[in-house]
C-alpha cells in the first residue's frame, strides 16, 4: 500500500509561498501527497487537494465543519503521516487525527511563532496558550522555529512526543541574490526609480501587527534631510488606505510607493538599498530573510523573530517601536555605502549558513525520516 501524507494549513497560498520543496521530496520519496486548506489555488506535486472552510479566527462558526470534513478526510486516507501548519490548521487537524493517532498515524506540527511569546498582549496567552499546551497531547511533533518558542516549549511542559527547532522554511539564495552594480542599474530603471534614490524596501501585509504607520512616520521626519529616499511597500490588506492617508497627512506621498501584491519580491530587494521591518510580532519572518540573502543591511523592530535573525551592529540594527530611533538609523545607512556593504555581505554569509532552502529540507528530512523509520518497524511488527 502506497504511503500517504497529509499536509494542511489554514490556507492553500501558505503551501505556495514556504512548502512545494518539501511537497516535491515526498513525491520523489514515493509517498502520496495530500493537500486540505482553504482556497483554490493549484500546487504541483499534490495527488489530491481538499478544499476546507477553514477560518483564521478560532470563533469563525465555519470552523466546525472544516473540522468535520478534516476528520472524514483522515479516517478515509487511513495517512501514514500528517503535517500540519498555522494556528487555526493546527488546531483543527489535531483535534481532527486524534482516533487516527492511535493507530499508525504521526502528527507533525509546525508552530510558525506562537501567538503567545515575550511582549505579547495578555489576550493572546489567555486565548492561544492553552489551545496549544492541551493539543501538544496529540502532537508526536511540535516543531518550532525559533530558539524563544522552543525554550517556552519545553520550559512550559509541552507534552508533545518530541520538541524540535529548524531555521524556518528556508529561502532560495539561487533566488534571491544580490545583482552587479550594472545589473543592478539596468532593474532599477525598468522599475521607474533613479540612479540615485535612496531605497527602503516593506513587504508584509497591511495590518495592525506589521505597522507600517511606524515607517511612514519614520520617513517624514527625514524628508528634508534625505529628500531621495523612497520606501516601497509591497502588500495589500485592511490597513492600507489608512497608511496612504497618513503618507499623505505627513506630506511625503511621493516618497512611497504602494507597490500591491507583488508576485516578483526579488527584483525589489535587488534594487534597493535597505531593508525595514516595523512589526510588532514576527515567528522567523521570511521577508527579512530574503533581504538579507539579496545583502541588504535590515532595520527592524525589536521582536524575537527579528533578534534571531538580525545580529545587531553585524548585519544591521534592531530598534524599538519609536520613529524617532528608526529615522536615525536610517540616516546613518543612507549616508555610509561601506557600512551598507558591510552588513549586507554578512547578512548572506548568515543566510547561506543557517537558513538556505538546502539547509532546512536537511533538518525536515532527519525528522521527517525518524517517523517514517519508526512507522515501518509498526507495520512490519517490530514494535
Known amino acids: 500500500m502506497v504511503n500517504k501524507i497529509l499536509f494542511c494549513a489554514t490556507v492553500d497560498s501558505h503551501f505556495k509561498a514556504f512548502h ?3 511537497l516535491r521530496w515526498f513525491k520523489e520519496k514515493g509517498w502520496e501527497v495530500h493537500l486540505a486548506a482553504s482556497g483554490n489555488l493549484e500546487l504541483p506535486y499534490v495527488d489530491k487537494k481538499f478544499t476546507i472552510p477553514i477560518q483564521r ?3 469563525h462558526k465555519m470552523n466546525f ?4 470534513n478534516l476528520k472524514s478526510i483522515i479516517d478515509e486516507n487511513q495517512y501514514k503521516m500528517i503535517h500540519c501548519h498555522t494556528p487555526m490548521g493546527g488546531v483543527l487537524t489535531r483535534l481532527a487525527a486524534k482516533e487516527a493517532r492511535k493507530n499508525v498515524t504521526k502528527v507533525l506540527y509546525t508552530a510558525h511563532g506562537f501567538h503567545f511569546c515575550k511582549g505579547a498582549p495578555f489576550i493572546n496567552w489567555l486565548i492561544y496558550y492553552p489551545i496549544e499546551k492541551i493539543l501538544s497531547n496529540y502532537t508526536d511533533c511540535l516543531i518550532t522555529i525559533n530558539k524563544e518558542d522552543f525554550h517556552l516549549a519545553t520550559a512550559h511542559k509541552f507534552k508533545a512526543k518530541s520538541i524540535k527547532q529548524i531555521h524556518g522554511v528556508g529561502v532560495d ?7 552587479k552594480k550594472i545589473e543592478q542599474q539596468e532593474l532599477r530603471k525598468s522599475l521607474g526609480y533613479k540612479p540615485n534614490d535612496f531605497l527602503l524596501f516593506y513587504a508584509a501585509e497591511f495590518n495592525k501587527n506589521k505597522n507600517q504607520q511606524l515607517l511612514i512616520k519614520a520617513l517624514s521626519l527625514l524628508k528634508d534631510e534625505i529628500p531621495n529616499a523612497k520606501l516601497l511597500l509591497a502588500g495589500s490588506g485592511p490597513l492600507l488606505q489608512e497608511c496612504k492617508m497618513l503618507a499623505s497627512k505627513l506630506r511625503i506621498s511621493g516618497m512611497v510607493d504602494f507597490l500591491g501584491y507583488q508576485d516578483n519580491i526579488e527584483f525589489f530587494l535587488k534594487v534597493s538599498d535597505i531593508a525595514v521591518g516595523s512589526s510588532l510580532r514576527e515567528g522567523l519572518p521570511v521577508n527579512i530573510m530574503e533581504a538579507m540573502s539579496c545583502e541588504l543591511p535590515v532595520i527592524a523592530t525589536n521582536n524575537r523573530g527579528h533578534r534571531e535573525l538580525i545580529k545587531h551592529n553585524k548585519t544591521g540594527w534592531i530598534v524599538e517601536q519609536n520613529a524617532e530611533d528608526f529615522a536615525y538609523k536610517i540616516k546613518i545607512l543612507a549616508k555610509d555605502r561601506d557600512l551598507r556593504f558591510e552588513f549586507g555581505e554578512n547578512g548572506r554569509r548568515v543566510i547561506l549558513a ?3 532552502i538546502q539547509k532546512v529540507l536537511e533538518e ?3 525528522i521527517y525520516k525518524s517517523y517514517m523509520g519508526e512507522m515501518e518497524d509498526i507495520l512490519w511488527g517490530i514494535h
Open 20 to 22: 512545494i520543496p518539501y
Open 57 to 59: 479566527s478560532p470563533f
Open 65 to 68: 465543519s472544516a473540522f468535520k
Open 173 to 179: 539564495t539561487e533566488t534571491f541574490k544580490p545583482l
Open 354 to 356: 543557517w537558513y538556505s
Open 364 to 366: 525536515k528530512k532527519i
